[in-house]
């Protein structure tokens, strides 16, 4: 039997129990405590770093949850012809742009569902479209342009279902010419990576406003719109908005017009433009016109080309397939480098009369053939002189003139009219052109100089390489006077004197007149017409085996004070150059002499 315990003990037991009981709790106590201290004591320096050492930034985080930039592109530049006639312009459409961070928000499946069936497009086109690289950017990326008035409306009804996209007018580049000089004017695209950094660390870019290209931007990929991009382009402007959770404009806290570009006034005349684009019609080739006075381009036609509308919207299919049933469309045959054929004489020509081994009046026998390179008759023209000899062309006169006044003579006269190099004009990608030498040879196959190689270079064949630019510049020295003009496409380009070249009067007399007899009785008659003021010109038929001949005409008039030097091209189109590129050539000088008519010649009054 368990005897009960006395009232001292159980009061004694109460007072260690408690007592115990105490320890325990402020055991406790101090341990929570401590905790606390430790967690405040790293806490407190986070809330002072976040607060004080980075609050700007997160402050400005914050912001960047709501406030957004609405970028407004600049209006590109006009391009104008010498006229003051529209090649180039911007229509202003419909685009759709998206904020990438809103393809994160809840309701983004529902908003991407209905723009792939309204734009009829994939989710993954469509995705692909928004900036990837930024995730978080507070910048617009645009990922439909050209929107229909039906599609316009069609977002617009659905407003309310759609989260963080935005609906806005911006340029779009317009041609209204189409094809018309597509490959002096260019087209327009969408920026890439590479070239944001290339044009934002360009001279004048850094020089007008650092880092004003960003992705989604339109530049210039082609032509002038690409050479004269920094003048065209103009500077961004935009709105700082306010957005909700949807990523729906609130409210608009701030806008900077954008400034447009800058016009262009090019040297090209409409008139002469469409007159050679018609006259090369669906042959392969090209047509330069330069004012040999100065340089300045009046035409530069090339085929086949491309419409750089397309490149303004969202190419078709049918579009795309055109463009690649074409010989390289993108190609400015104008600038590229041909065997020149006969064109080449005149260089020639040059070469002979001022190396001093021959003169003016030199008389040649001509032949068959010299050295393996026959005369295009295949019998020869007896004794003729150069006169003659460019009236009628022969192989084989020219040939002796190479062989006797030694290849690096003709070589060195080629180069100083230009071939071998650029002519300077504000296109890319423009050819050299090609004049091969002894040492070339030697080095490149392995063999010695022949004369028959130089037969070949007077004759312009085999590996000589000229643009039908360059042609141009070419035909202008008998033209002015003796002078090699730059070409150039701007107006207001800087005035680049021609550079003279020292010619003999009496070389310039022998070229003139054997040029002008070209025409009026030799293989260039074409041009002997009364629709144009008296010319001058020389044919060329270039061999291309196994394919068909180049076809060459380089011409100029009036021939007693010239205004206009022509060049045509045919690529492959078989014939003679004076029976096929001839009449080309014609057709641009008539729609320019019946555009610029000739002032009247004022004549003095007779003393009574």
Not at 134 to 161: C, G, I, K, M, W
Not at 271 to 299: C, H, S, T, Y
Not at 523 to 538: D, M, Q, W
Request: charged content about 20%; overall charge positive; glycine content about 10%.
């Amino acid at each position: 039997m368990v005897q009960p315990q006395p009232a001292l003990d159980r009061q004694k037991y109460r007072i260690t129990s408690a007592r115990k009981l105490g320890l325990d709790n402020l055991r406790t106590f101090v341990v929570l405590g401590f905790i606390s201290l430790l967690l405040f004591g790293l806490i407190t320096p986070r809330l002072f770093f976040l607060q004080l050492v980075n609050g700007a930034r997160n402050r400005e985080l914050a912001e960047e949850n709501r406030i957004r930039i609405i970028p407004e592109a600049p209006e590109r530049g006009k391009i104008f012809d010498r006229k003051g006639r529209i090649l180039a312009e911007s229509e202003f459409n419909y685009s759709l742009f998206v904020w990438p961070e809103a393809t994160k928000l809840r309701k983004w499946p529902k908003t991407l569902e209905i723009l792939t069936r309204v734009l009829d497009t994939s989710a993954p086109d469509l995705l692909e479209k928004v900036r990837t690289g930024d995730p978080n950017s507070r910048y617009l990326s645009r990922v439909a342009q050209n929107l229909t008035f039906a599609q316009v409306v069609a977002l617009a009804e659905r407003r309310n279902e759609l989260v963080g996209i935005h609906i806005g007018k911006e340029p779009v580049r317009s041609y209204p010419h189409g094809e018309l000089a597509a490959h002096v004017l260019g087209y327009t695209g969408e920026i890439s990576e590479a070239q944001i950094q290339a044009w934002n660390e360009s001279p004048a870019s850094q020089a007008e406003d650092k880092g004003k290209y960003r992705l989604g931007d339109i530049v210039g990929q082609l032509g002038v719109e690409y050479t004269h991009e920094p003048q065209l382009h103009g500077l961004w402007g935009g709105q700082q908005v306010e957005v909700n959770g949807s990523g729906q404009v609130v409210r608009i806290l701030g806008e900077k017009p954008a400034q447009p570009g800058q016009n262009l006034t090019l040297t090209l005349d409409l008139d002469v433009q469409m007159a050679a684009e018609k006259a090369l019609g669906n042959k392969l080739g090209a047509i330069v016109a330069l004012d040999p006075r100065n340089g300045a381009v009046l035409a530069m036609a090339s085929r086949p080309a491309f419409n750089p509308n397309w490149f303004s919207k969202s190419m078709t299919e049918a579009e795309w397939q055109s463009l690649q049933g074409k010989t390289y469309p993108f190609v400015n045959r104008a600038t590229q480098g041909f065997p020149p054929a006969s064109t080449f004489k005149v260089i020639t020509a040059i070469a002979g009369l001022e190396s001093g081994t021959f003169k003016p009046d030199s008389i040649l026998m001509t032949y068959p053939a010299v050295h393996g390179v026959g005369d295009w008759n295949r019998a020869g023209f007896g004794a003729i002189g150069f006169v003659t000899a460019l009236q009628w062309s022969s192989n084989t006169f020219f040939g002796q003139v190479a062989v006797k006044s030694k290849p690096e003579t003709v070589i060195d006269w080629a180069r100083k009219l230009g071939v071998g190099e650029p002519t300077g004009i504000d296109l890319p990608e423009e050819a050299s052109g090609f004049i091969p030498t002894p040492d070339w040879k030697k080095e490149q196959i392995g063999v010695d100089w022949f004369p028959a190689d130089s037969v070949m270079i007077a004759i312009g064949q085999g590996a000589v390489q000229m643009t039908p630019l360059q042609a141009a510049v070419v035909f202008s020295v008998p033209a002015n006077g003796g002078y090699r003009v730059r070409p150039h496409l701007v107006a207001s380009a800087p005035d680049v004197k021609p550079v003279p070249l020292n010619l003999k009067d009496s070389t310039l007399k022998v070229l003139r007149t054997g040029l002008r007899a070209v025409v009026t009785s030799g293989t260039g008659t074409a041009l002997n017409v009364p629709s144009i003021p008296p010319s001058a010109g020389k044919s060329g038929t270039g061999e291309d085996p196994p394919r068909q001949s180049h076809t060459w005409f380089g011409s100029y008039a009036p021939f007693d004070k010239p205004e206009i030097a022509v060049v045509a091209f045919g690529e492959n189109t078989g014939g003679g150059g004076g029976s096929v590129a001839g009449p080309m050539a014609l057709q641009v000088m008539e729609a320019y002499f019946k555009n610029n008519p000739r002032k009247p010649t004022v004549q003095a009054k007779q003393p009574n």
